[in-house]
């Protein structure tokens, strides 16, 4: 399952993509989806298994995330 996180800004949305990758996580910048909004456009698609690890990354590096969404399933 994938799971998405959205921003308020395209520089977080970058952010999160680079600490994510050079924390060896396989992350993807993809435009939000029309039923999701974000003022950026932007979001990043992750594995939902590795959402502890991304949730500390965030955490640890300040970067600030609108929402996150389980895609195919209810938003969490």
Known sequence: MECLATFDTTHMALRFEKVCRQAGLAVKIVPVPRELSASCGLACRYPCEAEESVTN????????????????????
Request: no cysteine.
């Open 57 to 76: 990354l965030v955490k640890e590096h300040h970067i600030d995330i609108l929402e996150y969404h389980r895609l195919g399933n209810e938003e969490k």
